[in-house]
């Protein structure tokens, strides 16, 4: 059974801080890696991806993948209370081909951006 | 770009009834998904398709769930008769091709009493 894992939270932290969220998986076949923002009530929203090892920016947004380690992460910079949601780490097995994979999606960590 | 379509957005019905859900896909998206999200887990696959064919269903419970994806676009879900623990959102996303990410509807979420 491929698991991803993450720690469920609730991870607080102050308006403008940098939150930090770390997701791990099992599978080392997995290929591509995203994240997530599931707003309470809503359906995921894709925000980031990541296929190779080492950071990738996005705005306020950085994701990084250690390949070797088998962990995914995303750094929010200048977190913002509109921030506040369920990030979903989810990685798939499909490389750049043209066939879609599925997606295995961890429990997701809950963030509160406070005041 | 007109997203994936699902209805009904909620639904409750008894044990033992039988629901359906719709989803339209993103025009051109040959990848069609149908997930399982239980409140405070993350979504599990039920089955995937590509056009109208089957890729995996490997984690639908086919005593009581079916799906189908008539011509390649639109799909329904069945689940027949329906447990308590169904009670869920279902999600159906779908794709493009290569992996890109999904899109995700908007869900149904079902309450089973």
């Known amino acids: 059974q491929k698991e991803v894992e993450q720690n469920s939270g609730p991870l607080s932290v102050p308006e403008g801080a940098i939150a930090s969220l770390n997701c791990t998986y099992s599978?080392?076949?997995?290929?591509?890696f995203f994240w997530y923002r599931q707003y309470s009530g809503k359906s995921p929203e894709l925000i980031m991806s990541?296929?190779?090892?080492g950071d990738k920016e996005d705005g306020r947004f950085t994701a990084q993948l250690n390949k070797a380690s088998q962990y995914v992460s995303l750094l929010i910079r200048d977190s913002q209370p509109s921030d506040s949601a369920t990030y979903l780490c989810a990685v798939s097995e499909s490389e750049n081909t043209g066939t879609a994979s599925k997606l295995t999606f961890g429990t997701g960590t809950r963030l509160q951006v406070t005041l | 770009e007109a997203g994936v379509a699902q209805s009904p957005r909620y639904k409750i019905i008894e044990k033992r009834q039988s629901v359906a859900f719709w989803c339209n896909p993103i025009?051109?998206?040959?990848?069609l998904y149908w997930y399982q999200q239980i409140l405070g887990q993350g979504p599990k696959l039920l089955i995937q398709?590509?056009?109208?064919?089957?890729?995996?269903d490997s984690q639908l419970p086919k005593d009581r769930f079916s799906a189908e994806r008539l011509k390649g676009v639109d799909s329904t879900l069945k689940i027949q008769p329906a447990k308590l623990e169904d009670s869920a959102v279902y999600l159906c996303a779908s794709s493009f091709g290569g992996p890109y990410g999904y899109t995700f509807g908007s869900g149904t979420r079902l309450t089973v009493v």
């Open positions: 398709f590509q056009n109208n064919g089957v890729v995996d």
């Open positions: 599978d080392r076949g997995s290929q591509s």
């Open positions: 990541i296929y190779s090892n």
């Open positions: 025009s051109g998206h040959a990848t």
